[in-house]
């Protein structure tokens, strides 16, 4: 069964610090997401990554920063963690053109 | 940046009605996603299309392109089928990359 694993489901974390989440696929896909849930903005695209090492800002980068050194894994890095960083986050993975689009089960990120 | 409305916002429903679900949007997309969110769930693709229609088991997606629209049906509803459903259309574009924009969804609920 393919997947897209998030490595926490669950995540608190103190305002300053930095944090990473971990996206892993197991699909060969060329594209990999990182967004944002929240109540009443729905999902909101952080960054993407179409290839190894290539990155691009999607609509609310601040605070954000990604890194994709292997196909297969992307993360999520903040950089100084805010509280107005608390959301679920949520990976996704596709191949090129937006097929097979797979998303994991999110981690739910609270800054305190 | 594309314009989704998704309609209606909230959606209650008794066992074994019809449902329909509407989605518009306002520029050109090369695909549409209906995705399907459980609370406290990951997000699932229930389909992917970009022009006609597709079923699978009680579920049937349809789009018209040119008047960019697509409409998710649900037929026999089912208190199972209770969850957020998402209309997201896949930007047009060579650089696109597989980016999705997101309507703000539909919360169905379907009582026994």
């Known amino acids: 069964d393919v997947k897209v694993t998030q490595s926490s489901r669950y995540l608190v974390k103190r305002t300053g610090e930095k944090v990473f989440l971990e996206c892993v696929q197991d699909m060969d896909h060329e594209n990999m997401f990182w967004y944002r849930q929240d109540p009443g903005l729905g999902l909101r695209l952080i960054y993407f990554?179409?290839?190894?090492?290539?990155?691009e800002k999607g609509d609310i980068p601040e605070g954000y920063s990604v890194s994709r050194e292997k196909k297969e894994r992307f993360s999520l890095i903040l950089e100084s963690a805010s509280t107005n960083q608390t959301s679920m986050y949520l990976c996704?993975?596709?191949f090129g053109g937006g097929y097979g689009y797979t998303f994991g089960s999110g981690t739910r990120l609270t800054v305190v | 940046k594309n314009e989704v409305e998704q309609s209606p916002q909230n959606l209650t429903a008794q066992e074994g009605e019809f449902i329909t679900i509407n989605c518009s949007y306002s520029?050109?997309?090369?695909?549409l996603h209906w995705l399907q969110q459980h609370p406290g769930g990951g997000i699932v693709s229930l389909f992917m299309?970009?022009?006609g229609k597709k079923k699978h088991g009680r579920l049937i997606a349809t789009i018209n392109i040119q008047e960019k629209h697509s409409s998710l049906h649900i037929t026999a509803s089912h208190p199972r089928d209770s969850a957020v459903y998402i209309c997201a259309p896949l930007n047009a574009g060579g650089t696109s990359y597989g980016k999705l924009t997101f309507g703000q969804g539909t919360i169905l609920t379907v009582h026994p």
């Open positions: 299309l970009s022009s």
């Open positions: 990554s179409y290839d190894v090492k290539m990155k």
């Open positions: 996704a993975s596709s």
């Open positions: 520029v050109g997309i090369s695909a």
